[in-house]
């Protein structure tokens, strides 16, 4: 024992001589730990969410029942399962609108709620019996979360109007619920839903509650069993965007790890001559290996612990972000404020611990097998170097080869992220060999002593420089795909949206009644070319849930409507209702083209029509089809026809839409131009890539510490190489410019070689990740302005980082220089 | 003086304070108004003839009501076992019914399987108009969830035989086939059942004479079982107020003809109040209060409660003075609203089995 505490304070001793590299050791672990924490963070809290919100109508922690074909159940059905043993609660869940806040209304059934429904009234939860009497016995209550009550301007015991004269109960805070939900009962439900007897699904709660009869006895087969642990359809529509986080988290980890394993390979071919000291004193190999462990895992610890506390901030910092995305994109509802479970702090400084470990591996191995004796190795480096580049070749070339077999034969997201992180391994392994072979050829051409020693020296610094530059390769690549992917979203994006608000006003009334005031009003006004009516409803297809939209037979959409593919006679077949639109997401999920044909399952019964176009549909995670209004209105008869578009000439749009504000109270939630709804849409869109945005940029300032630390440690073991040059005459800033000159243009080789593997990511990201992620496909553009700003930042960057040591080198102490030849090393 | 309802009505009140728990404020003013009058609810008043098979079924007029039977079996393992079966409507508001989730009627269910070893329980509750619970008269059915109390086709109304009673649960099970053939007792007054101290009053009737066969399943071990049952029927509109801090009742198989049921309530200024009835061939007998004793022998540990689980039971005027032992001291119902019921036997002057219930410890 108390040889490893010698042992120990041995090795720290190193540490403290060289608290540069210590820092280094840290940054890395901390860069790697903290970025990853962070996304786990914002991943935790809003799967959290969704779970909270999924809980109150079913999902992840229940199984459930739903309709197997229609769209609600009749709540018989609820009683005959009851009485055959099967413990279910009924959902009736449906969206209202008040006060200009679309709410989701879920009607809940507290007397049977099963015990892990989560949020409602349930006899298990602190709620009193006077709150579950109140929540029962008319006039009911709303249960809502606070920040609900906030956004509706109420307090409670308030009952807010509905459009049809109708008003909720009293509005009462339950403050776990989640933002943008009302809970009521479920007979309040119903009525206010005008769902009579009707309910939307069954919650089934412990199985071990007495025995059951089977399913298919009982409801034959209009009920599908969704098992506990299914995603909800939140989870399941947001899980792209988590995985998306989840990768650059991964990435940054890696990257920080870089950081890591150089540090420790540094520190450990430094140490070699104590540890052979140690060794030959009668240190077993053991014990140094074990006093190796302790002070990485030490470290580990501590770097963790500081990690996962920096992770919470970049979480806190990117949550408002996120929180946003999720809302405009899916319209999940994530608090802004996280909650850190004691698993996340476990996980976080895992990582730390199992990532050290991972990028000490090889030095502990080393060490484990150090020759006590090292006999002298002239050109060793330069072995070791060919040795070294030559097994990294054969790595990229597996990776490669990898590569295509996954985008050969890979199926679905993940395959997409393998594909990519192939592509970039692949590359990243072979930077070296490829910068090998450019000094090879520099070296060829250079016609001064001085240059072909600049580019001997190279080489030699190449196998410390590497990994950095590897790192700095990867983040750019990265920014490069990301940002093109991003541009190129943004070129499409903004097109589509051209094509697809060809109408001038849109307008969403409250109730029938006001819609038919507007559609009076507007024929009024001669400025008012056409009033379209654009219905919705909500079905689902396979499980998922679809939107429904109604089209006017108009030739703004004859001629406007973006599409990807169709029949030729498509507007003709979709007006007489043969034909149906659909969005390019629902279409790849499905495996349909255009010319296939869909059954669908309406409220008035099922029906069959031909897929007569496909359209693309940015940004919606839900699937969409479109058909003509006559069938929408005779299949969804509760469809409310209050939503409608109209064209006129655009100079007359604000004039009109004052009119229509004044006259009709219209807030933007029910009356836009379609100006502000592009503006809107586009919000929406750039806060999604808000966060990529922000994580991209972390991982670039990541990958140029990794080159500064880099820099500075090779900065030191650099002297013997200097020195003789420098007592040859050549000055200091001479050599200092050289060696700046030398690490700019190994960033620039690096960024150069950037750009084709970048636009390879992007072109993943786009052909393959999005698709998989999102269901759409997007046009691939070059921009070359945004490459040549970031081959500008990567200098920069490197610029930064050799600024310190060049600085350092052009002041050095000539005795330093000297001491070089005093001291045989 | 009617102890029967006093009991029941205020275990379901306390039980119907849900998740109000034993300490609820709330049985002082009682579940959804039911400490208050009985206005808007329909009345009990003396002279009204009970008629059957009417009223086998559901009073939703009344605020409250119950289906109570609980039976003392042997296995054919030898082994004794007791057996719960309760069903309890509560009208949450007076005034014309309302259909399907907008009903006022609030059903809750408890049952449980005792033995000298184990004792399980469950309980169900279910909201009326949605057919997940109710009870009808004719043919005879009272039911919650997959539990449920159902008449034959030769079933008589006015014997309420023969019957089959059933309930699941995750680890007991039971399908008992009542038969008698005695008819209903009518307690108090034909079936006007009168509180006299209050005023309050409620119509209850009772079938004492079950002799039940059937099957039983306990963790698992199915046994093939018979003995005897009781079943009361009870409804009203006036609970009692709240100033009993619990109560200690039994229900005694002195004999094929002969049942006994004794009760006090326990009072928190300590004066107990004690009631009984002697049934036999002829009919029931209200037993004078100051002629019951009724005094705890033993003190168990039960859910970390004192309960007296042994008594000393004795009423002079009938020769009958027993000591009564529980078959299993742990038979504690641990649902919303706990309380203590299983089955006891006793010895002395008479020897029998019977069941037991107390409450507020």
Not at chain 1, 67 to 89: H, I, N
Not at chain 1, 188 to 217: F, H, Y
Request: net charge positive; charged share 15%.
């Amino acid at each position: 024992m108390r040889r490893l505490g010698w042992t120990l304070a041995t090795l720290l001793s190193h540490w403290r001589r060289h608290p540069t590299q210590f820092a280094t050791l840290m940054i890395g672990l901390i860069a790697a730990t903290a970025l990853w924490s962070g996304v786990q963070a914002i991943n935790a809290q809003a799967r959290q969410s969704y779970d909270c919100a999924a809980a109150v109508f079913g999902g992840g922690r229940l199984a459930m029942l739903v309709p197997a074909r229609d769209e609600t159940l009749p709540q018989a059905l609820f009683a005959k399962l009851r009485r055959a043993g099967w413990p279910v609660s009924p959902v009736l869940e449906g969206r209202i609108a008040t006060s200009g806040v679309g709410l989701r209304l879920i009607g809940a059934e507290p007397l049977t709620l099963p015990r892990a429904a989560g949020p409602a009234p349930a006899l298990e939860l602190g709620i009193g019996a006077a709150d579950l009497a109140a929540f029962l016995l008319p006039p009911g209550r709303t249960l809502v979360a606070p920040a609900t009550l906030r956004e509706l301007a109420a307090r409670e015991g308030d009952t807010p109007a509905l459009g049809d004269g109708m008003r909720l109960p009293p509005l009462a805070v339950q403050a776990d619920l989640v933002p943008g939900t009302a809970v009521v009962d479920i007979g309040v439900a119903q009525r206010v839903l005008d769902r009579p007897g009707q309910i939307s699904r069954l919650l089934v709660g412990a199985d071990d509650d007495g025995p059951r009869a089977p399913l298919a006895e009982v409801a034959g087969d209009t009920l599908r069993l969704i098992p506990p642990g299914s995603e909800s359809d939140l989870e399941r529509l947001t899980d792209s965007f988590h995985v998306n986080l989840t990768a650059f988290g991964l990435l940054s980890f890696v990257v920080g790890l870089f950081i890591v394993y150089s540090a420790i390979g540094l520190a450990f071919e430094q140490r070699l001559p104590t540890m052979r000291a140690m060794r030959a004193c009668g240190v077993s190999a053991r014990g140094l290996t074990a006093a190796l462990l302790v002070e990485l895992v030490g470290a580990a610890l501590a770097a963790g612990v500081v990690g996962c506390i920096a992770g919470y901030l970049i979480a806190a910092l990117l949550l408002p972000d996120v929180a946003l995305s999720l809302r405009g994109l899916y319209g999940a509802e994530v608090p802004g404020e996280l909650a850190l479970r004691p698993a996340w702090w476990f996980a976080g400084i895992g990582m730390s611990v199992a990532g050290a470990l991972a990028a000490a591996a090889h030095s502990l191995i080393k060490a484990q097998n150090l020759p006590l004796i090292a006999t002298a190795h002239p050109y060793a480096w330069r072995t070791a170097q060919q040795r070294w580049l030559t097994w990294q070749g054969a790595a990229a070339l597996v990776l490669a080869g990898a590569a295509l077999g996954i985008l050969a034969v890979g199926d679905g997201l993940i395959a997409g992220f393998a594909l990519l992180a192939a592509i970039m391994l692949a590359a990243a392994l072979a930077l070296p060999l490829l910068l090998a072979l450019a000094l090879h050829l520099g070296a060829r051409g250079a016609n001064t002593m001085l240059t072909r020693w600049a580019f001997a020296d190279s080489r030699q610094q190449l196998s410390g420089l590497s990994l950095a530059l590897m790192a700095l390769l990867l983040a750019l690549a990265v920014n490069i795909g990301v940002g093109t992917m991003v541009k190129s979203f943004e070129t499409s994006f903004a097109g589509w949206l051209d094509q697809r608000l060809a109408s001038e006003i849109y307008i969403r009334a409250a109730d029938d009644a006001q819609a038919r005031a507007i559609t009076a009003f507007v024929a009024t006004r001669p400025e008012v070319t056409a009033v379209l009516p654009t219905p919705r409803a909500e079905t689902r297809i396979k499980g998922g849930p679809v939107e429904v939209l109604g089209f006017a037979d108009h030739p703004t959409y004859r001629d406007h409507w973006p599409l990807i593919a169709a029949t030729p006679t498509l507007w003709d077949d979709l007006r007489d209702g043969r034909a149906l639109l659909m969005s390019e997401q629902l279409a790849r999920r499905l495996g349909l083209a255009a010319g296939d044909s869909l059954r669908l399952v309406t409220p008035a019964g099922a029906l069959t029509l031909q897929v007569g176009g496909i359209y693309p549909d940015y940004g919606n995670p839900k699937g969409q089809i479109g058909v003509s209004n006559d069938l929408l209105f005779a299949h969804w008869r509760d469809a409310p026809d209050t939503r409608f578009s109209l064209r006129l000439a655009p100079d007359a749009v604000p004039a009109l839409v004052a009119a229509l504000r004044s006259r009709f109270a219209l807030d933007p939630a029910h009356l836009i131009d379609q100006a502000a709804l592009k503006r809107d849409s586009m919000t929406i869109f750039n806060r999604t890539f808000a966060v990529t945005a922000s994580l991209n940029a972390f991982t670039l300032g990541v990958a140029a510490v990794a080159l500064l630390t880099s820099l500075l440690t090779l900065g030191a073991s650099r002297l013997p190489q200097l020195a003789p040059l420098w007592a040859m005459g050549v000055t200091r800033r001479r050599l200092a410019a050289l060696d700046l000159a030398k690490t700019m243009a190994l960033a620039l080789a690096t960024a150069l070689a950037a750009i084709p593997l970048g636009l390879l990511v992007a072109w993943c990201l786009l052909a393959v990740v999005n698709v998989k992620a999102f269901g759409w496909r997007l046009p691939f553009h070059v921009f070359p302005g945004q490459l040549v700003q970031l081959i500008a930042v990567a200098l920069a960057a490197a610029l930064l980082a050799a600024a310190l040591p060049t600085l350092r080198l052009s002041r050095m102490k000539p005795a330093d220089l000297i001491r070089v030849f005093a001291n045989e090393r | 003086m009617n102890a029967e309802m006093s009991r029941r009505a205020l275990l379901r009140l306390a039980a119907l304070a849900l998740a109000g728990g034993a300490s609820s404020p709330l049985r002082a003013q009682g579940y959804a108004g039911l400490g208050q009058d009985a206005a808007g609810f329909a009345r009990v008043v003396p002279g009204v003839a009970l008629t059957f098979p009417r009223d086998h079924g559901p009073h939703p007029g009344f605020r409250i009501e119950w289906w109570y039977l609980t039976a003392n079996l042997a296995g054919d393992d030898k082994a004794a076992y007791g057996v719960q079966w309760t069903l309890f409507r509560q009208a949450a508001m007076p005034g014309p019914q309302r259909d399907g989730f907008d009903s006022q009627q609030v059903w809750m269910a408890h049952a449980a399987a005792t033995s000298a070893t184990a004792h399980r329980f469950a309980e169900r509750f279910a909201r009326g108009g949605v057919g997940q619970a109710g009870v009808e008269a004719t043919p005879f059915h009272a039911f919650i969830d997959a539990w449920e109390m159902r008449a034959g086709a030769d079933t008589d109304p006015r014997t309420l035989a023969p019957l089959t009673v059933s309930a699941a649960a995750k680890d007991f099970a039971y399908t008992l086939n009542l038969a008698a053939t005695r008819p209903l007792v009518l307690q108090g007054e034909a079936g006007y059942s009168r509180k006299s101290d209050r005023g309050q009053a409620s119509y209850y009737y009772s079938q004492p004479y079950f002799t039940a066969e059937g099957s039983l399943s306990l963790d698992g071990r199915r046994v093939a079982v018979r003995g005897q049952a009781w079943l009361d029927r009870e409804w009203s509109s006036q609970p009692l107020a709240a100033d009993q801090n619990g109560w200690d009742w039994f229900s005694l198989h002195l004999s094929d003809d002969v049942k006994l049921m004794l009760f006090r309530l326990r009072h928190a200024d300590g004066r107990h109040f004690h009631s009984g009835n002697w049934i036999d061939r002829d009919g029931s007998h209200p037993l004078p209060p100051d002629g019951i004793a009724l005094t705890p022998a033993a003190i168990s540990r039960v859910a970390g409660r004192d309960i007296p689980t042994a008594w000393q039971v004795a009423v002079p005027a009938r020769g009958l003075s027993i000591e009564t032992a529980p078959l299993n001291a742990q038979s504690y119902m641990a649902t919303r609203f706990p309380y203590w019921e299983g089955p006891i036997r006793f010895r002395g002057t008479h020897e029998g089995q019977g069941y037991l219930e107390m409450t507020g410890y």
